[in-house]
């Protein structure tokens, strides 16, 4: 068998590369196989996290304003933060920046998580009506289920469960 | 005092290659953000109003409720440590390199086994990280979920019904959690695979990086493999889905290396004993080569093509050829080369009897 690469000298390395679980087999002559000694995998310098952020953010404030200076813009009612200097940073200066500059923030998580909506972890003590409305989301499945194997029984249960909670909801957090 | 005992010992319990899949996933990381209520994140804190959130921490990890759930939590401040001793913190990876910068301002939380870690206005007032020998993500955030509820009865957090913890970063916002994995992946690397095999990973929501690169090369055939979304899925998800993507690659590793075992054993064996024999022999040693050599007598340990030297050994070494560990040791400033011939000895030592 002749080299695959050269097509001149003899093939000794034969090499097994896996491609998605298929096996493939290359051969090679020895000068061949040392020039195509394995390299390290090269990564793609990372991108300075912030700037980048910074950028995108950039486009979801003010658009054309690029030199925008770090004391402009709206600032948070609650930590004095100016926009110009969230676009500068990339980093919201505390937790009610998220509300306050919403209509920016929104669209940038979306596009960053393609979502709006925290499923997870809910804490249990600060968590108050987030925490009810995430039991009441499981016990909804719950119920779901409980109806499509007709076990009507548990049914009724869940609904008085839900009902409860929802109840205690509406009075204001706490179960 | 832990933290002395932290930063002069360079064991710890990741590096014990007793969790599952220890033999291509060396460790696992589960780090959340936290910020506490009403107080601005920690780049717009001044030194005092920092001062306070270290206080309201150290408050909190001293609960005696939390230390019989969590065990026993003590935080140090890092203008505690000298510079060495801060390196070492970092390469030991129970803090990030960003905790050294303005470490005046900054805390770290330890458990004894350095397998809860706490960071201190890093970006976020509260980094709580779980660091496991191999594939343990689940058990990992199992931890870091009790620590978590510990905490919470005595702050509050910065929590939005939308969208979640808070985060100063829009990255991190919604479960604040990034999980991770370190594998070591030579066999992939010999047979040219990872590119394609890491740039699949980008399109599945995770990232993977080289650890330890110097920017661009990845050093000793190790990535770490993570999520990159934290908004609109819960814990368990993010978890399930990495711990699922983590395993395939695993496979592929395996697959790799059986391949190789049974068409290219001579390559191999010949790497991994030149590879030891430079590690009992050399006089200068920089810590790039070293890594590249761990990582071919690793590849080897586990392929059985050589035996008696434990896996343990290896990943301590990891962090005991750093240059902040070498200066530590040696108790003096060093050059680069006279580390390198200081790190040749170290290993020559190491591997007399092996
Ligand atoms: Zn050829
Ligand atoms: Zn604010």
Same mark, same amino acid.
């Given at each position: 068998?002749?080299?695959?690469?050269?097509?001149?000298?003899? #093939?000794? &390395?034969?090499?097994?590369?896996?491609?998605?679980? +298929?096996?493939?087999?290359?051969?090679?002559?020895?000068?061949? #196989? %040392?020039?195509?000694?394995?390299?390290?995998?090269?990564?793609?310098?990372?991108?300075?996290?912030?700037?980048?952020? =910074?950028?995108?953010?950039?486009?979801?404030?003010?658009?054309?304003? +690029?030199?925008? #200076?770090?004391?402009?813009?709206?600032?948070?009612?609650?930590?004095?933060?100016?926009?110009?200097?969230?676009?500068?940073?990339?980093?919201?200066?505390?937790?009610?920046?998220?509300?306050?500059?919403?209509?920016?923030?929104?669209?940038?998580?979306?596009?960053?998580?393609?979502?709006?909506? +925290?499923?997870?972890?809910?804490?249990?003590?600060?968590?108050?009506?987030? %925490?009810? =409305?995430?039991?009441?989301?499981?016990?909804?499945?719950?119920?779901?289920?409980? &109806?499509?194997?007709?076990?009507?029984?548990?049914? =009724?249960?869940?609904?008085?469960?839900?009902?409860?909670?929802?109840?205690?909801?509406?009075?204001?957090?706490?179960? | 005092?832990?933290?002395?005992? @932290?930063?002069?010992?360079?064991?710890?319990?990741? !590096?014990?290659?007793?969790g599952p899949?220890?033999?291509?996933?060396?460790?696992s990381?589960v780090?959340?953000?936290?910020?506490?209520?009403?107080?601005?994140?920690? *780049?717009?804190?001044?030194?005092?109003?920092?001062?306070?959130?270290?206080?309201?921490?150290?408050?909190?990890?001293?609960?005696?409720?939390?230390?019989?759930?969590?065990?026993?939590?003590?935080?140090?401040?890092?203008?505690?440590?000298?510079?060495?001793?801060?390196?070492?913190?970092?390469?030991? *990876?129970?803090?990030?390199?960003?905790?050294?910068?303005?470490?005046?301002?900054?805390?770290?939380?330890?458990?004894?086994?350095?397998?809860?870690?706490?960071?201190?206005?890093?970006?976020?007032?509260?980094?709580?990280?779980c660091?496991l020998?191999g594939l343990q993500l689940n058990e990992a955030w199992d931890l870091i979920n009790?620590?978590?509820?510990?905490?919470?009865? @005595?702050?509050?957090?910065?929590?939005?019904?939308?969208?979640?913890?808070? @985060?100063?970063?829009?990255?991190?916002?919604?479960?604040? !959690?990034?999980a991770?994995v !370190?594998? *070591?992946?030579?066999?992939?690397?010999?047979?040219?695979?990872?590119?394609?095999?890491?740039?699949?990973?980008?399109?599945?929501?995770?990232?993977?990086?080289?650890?330890?690169?110097?920017?661009?090369?990845?050093?000793?055939?190790? /990535?770490?493999?993570?999520?990159?979304?934290?908004?609109?899925?819960?814990e368990e998800e993010i978890i399930s889905?990495l711990t699922a993507?983590v395993?395939?690659?695993?496979?592929?590793?395996?697959? @790799?290396?059986?391949?190789?075992?049974?068409?290219?054993?001579?390559?191999?064996?010949?790497?991994?004993?030149?590879?030891?024999?430079?590690?009992?022999?050399?006089?200068?040693?920089?810590?790039?080569?070293? !890594?590249?050599?761990?990582?071919?007598?690793?590849?080897?340990?586990?392929?059985?093509?050589?035996?008696?030297?434990?896996?343990?050994?290896?990943?301590?070494?990891?962090?005991?050829?750093?240059?902040? /560990?070498?200066?530590?040791?040696?108790?003096?400033?060093?050059?680069?080369?006279?580390?390198?011939?200081?790190?040749?000895?170290?290993?020559?030592?190491?591997?007399?009897?092996?």
């Amino acid at each position: 068998m002749l080299c695959e690469r050269c097509g001149q000298r003899p #093939a000794t &390395v034969h090499m097994t590369e896996i491609i998605n679980g +298929h096996k493939s087999e290359t051969h090679l002559c020895e000068v061949c #196989a %040392r020039e195509i000694q394995p390299q390290g995998f090269g990564f793609v310098p990372q991108i300075h996290l912030h700037n980048f952020l =910074a950028g995108l953010l950039n486009h979801e404030l003010g658009g054309e304003q +690029h030199d925008q #200076a770090e004391t402009t813009g709206n600032r948070c009612e609650k930590c004095g933060v100016p926009e110009g200097q969230i676009l500068k940073q990339g980093l919201l200066g505390c937790g009610d920046c998220y509300p306050f500059f919403e209509d920016k923030v929104l669209p940038l998580l979306r596009r960053i998580h393609g979502s709006t909506r +925290h499923t997870g972890k809910v804490p249990e003590r600060t968590g108050g009506r987030a %925490r009810l =409305a995430k039991e009441i989301g499981i016990l909804k499945n719950h119920l779901k289920e409980a &109806v499509s194997r007709e076990d009507f029984e548990q049914a =009724a249960q869940l609904r008085d469960q839900i009902h409860q909670l929802e109840k205690s909801m509406n009075e204001g957090g706490e179960v | 005092m832990p933290l002395k005992k @932290t930063v002069n010992d360079s064991h710890s319990r990741w !590096m014990d290659a007793d969790g599952p899949e220890s033999g291509i996933a060396i460790s696992s990381r589960v780090r959340v953000a936290r910020n506490l209520a009403g107080i601005p994140f920690p *780049h717009l804190l001044n030194n005092a109003k920092a001062e306070d959130v270290i206080h309201a921490v150290r408050l909190a990890v001293e609960d005696k409720e939390l230390a019989k759930q969590a065990g026993v939590l003590e935080l140090s401040l890092l203008s505690a440590l000298s510079p060495v001793e801060r390196q070492i913190l970092v390469d030991k *990876h129970l803090i990030s390199p960003d905790l050294i910068d303005n470490f005046e301002r900054k805390a770290v939380v330890l458990r004894d086994d350095e397998v809860i870690s706490i960071m201190v206005n890093e970006e976020d007032h509260l980094r709580i990280q779980c660091l496991l020998s191999g594939l343990q993500l689940n058990e990992a955030w199992d931890l870091i979920n009790q620590v978590d509820d510990g905490l919470e009865k @005595t702050m509050d957090y910065a929590f939005s019904e939308q969208l979640g913890y808070l @985060t100063a970063c829009p990255t991190n916002v919604g479960t604040g !959690m990034r999980a991770s994995v !370190m594998l *070591h992946l030579p066999g992939l690397g010999l047979v040219k695979q990872l590119r394609g095999v890491l740039n699949a990973i980008g399109k599945v929501g995770l990232t993977a990086r080289g650890l330890f690169g110097e920017g661009t090369e990845a050093l000793g055939d190790l /990535y770490q493999i993570s999520n990159q979304i934290t908004l609109g899925q819960t814990e368990e998800e993010i978890i399930s889905n990495l711990t699922a993507i983590v395993r395939q690659i695993i496979s592929q590793e395996k697959a @790799t290396r059986e391949a190789l075992y049974k068409d290219r054993r001579d390559f191999v064996e010949d790497r991994v004993y030149r590879a030891y024999g430079i590690l009992k022999n050399a006089h200068i040693l920089s810590s790039e080569e070293a !890594m590249r050599l761990f990582s071919e007598l690793r590849l080897g340990i586990e392929m059985n093509l050589l035996s008696g030297i434990p896996a343990k050994l290896l990943n301590e070494l990891m962090v005991r050829i750093r240059p902040a /560990y070498l200066i530590k040791v040696a108790g003096r400033e060093m050059s680069a080369h006279q580390r390198d011939v200081f790190r040749a000895e170290l290993i020559r030592n190491e591997f007399k009897e092996l």
